[in-house]
């Protein structure tokens, strides 16, 4: 090996040495400044330790208590569900079209849907006539005119009664004279005309009149013959019949003067004719003739009158079996609609339902015994909580085919809602939250962890002084448990508000 090649530069040599630094001066810097952090990060790498590192070389803590203070506060347990937020009572609507001569065509008062139908609203308009709302369950199934009776008359009164119409005694359930004059008060407070028998109808009505007339003539006549034939006779035949007598006496008493027996016998003959005559001539004549056309006259004015009777009540107003609509639990909000204006009605025309939202929710058997009806609740609103009350509690109904589930369905009737609120919850399912039981107000409250049970059965907590581990088991009494705490009252009245006790060690 040749030495010289590795030797050091000579004198001469050290301006190569300085050279070479020269034209490399940045790779040099660099590489000092590395070999410097290099030293100085195994330095710090022997000085600082990871909080994992730390926490695996530290030692376990010292045991301790695990405290928290007696809270002031109201405990309240609750039953929660979810409920649909519906309107309840939903029903298709058919109206009566039988008794109509044409085709039943919807001519207007179409109804919007979430229309409110109250009583004396028009539902529909069919061939030109409306269709009035009246309250009621029972179906119609007649038209409703002067001299029927019935239930349907008495639902009838009752519906105008209603509207603040007066159409008699409500006891009543015949359709008299006030009720047809009610029907007219009906139709005048829609705005149609009431219906009634039309031009036939007047000509009955005059000439039933003029059949009256005829037959009160007829009883007035008859009445004049009797008249006539029960009169007492005249003063001409009184006198005429008194003077006969009286020459026939005067003729018997000069015979039995001057005259034979023969003479005497024809004139005692003559007295008795006489006075026989008279008594023919005044008494009383035989009326039973005019007593018959009397009889008769009045039986005919009789049924005249009752034919005018019957004309006239025809030409009241009466209810057309397709003029009426009778809906229970009104107010009703229309939900469907399913005809237009210009179609003709081949089945039911609409669907309603309870004009007031209801929340439906469903509930175990456990829990629907701890609900009352009447009892309030609050509901999770898209706008915040809104208080309601519980409206129903039943058991659900099952569907066709299957068993009772055993569950409830519990009605909600939330309180006022606006109109904007409705329409934010209509259809969607909402949280209900029931309070079942509660405290009347702020009580001592701890944990449920707080307590443990002594040697013969009652409860306890350990109390701990400013939280010092000298603790003292203090005997109290529970009440509500609820929200993960439970009430408490200590016996010997040692315990307070913000007082430490130990859930855990």
Known sequence: MDLDAVAPPTRSGSQGWRRLFAGNRVIWVMATVAIVALVVGLGLGQLIVSPGQAAADADAPAGGLITVPIENRQLANDVTMRGDATYADSVEVSIETGELAGAPIVTGQVPEVAAIFDTASIALEVTGRPVIVLPGDLPVYRTLRVGVSGPDVLQFKQGLNAAGIDAGALDSDVFDAQTANAVTALYAKVGYPAPSGGG???IAVSGAE?????????????????????????????????????SAERALALARTEGTPNEIADAEESVTLAVARQAQALAPRDASAEKAAVTAAKAELTRANATLSDARDGALAYLPAGEVLYLPGLPRRVDEISVKRGSSITGPVMR??????????????????????????????????QPATISSVLPAEPATGETASGRFTVLFAPDALTDEQIQAVQGSNVRVRVPVSSTEGDVLAVPLAALTAGPGGESRVEFAPGGSADT?????????????????????GSLGVGDLVVVGR
Request: proline share 2%; net charge negative; charged share 15%.
């Open 200 to 202: 036939d109808v007047a």
């Open 210 to 246: 003029a059949g009256v007339t005829s037959a009160q003539a007829s009883v007035d006549s008859a009445n004049g013959a009797l008249t006539t034939v029960q009169g007492a006779a005249s003063n001409v035949d009184v006198v005429e019949q008194g003077n006969l007598v009286r």
């Open 352 to 385: 309603v339902s309870g004009a007031t939202l209801v929340i439906s929710g469903s509930a175990t058997a456990s829990d629907a015994a701890l609900l009352e009806v009447g009892a309030p609740a609050t509901l999770a609103m898209p706008d915040g909580d």
């Open 472 to 492: 003292v088991l203090v005997e109290v009494t529970t009440g509500l448990a609820a929200e993960g705490f439970v009430e408490i009252t200590a016996v010997d």
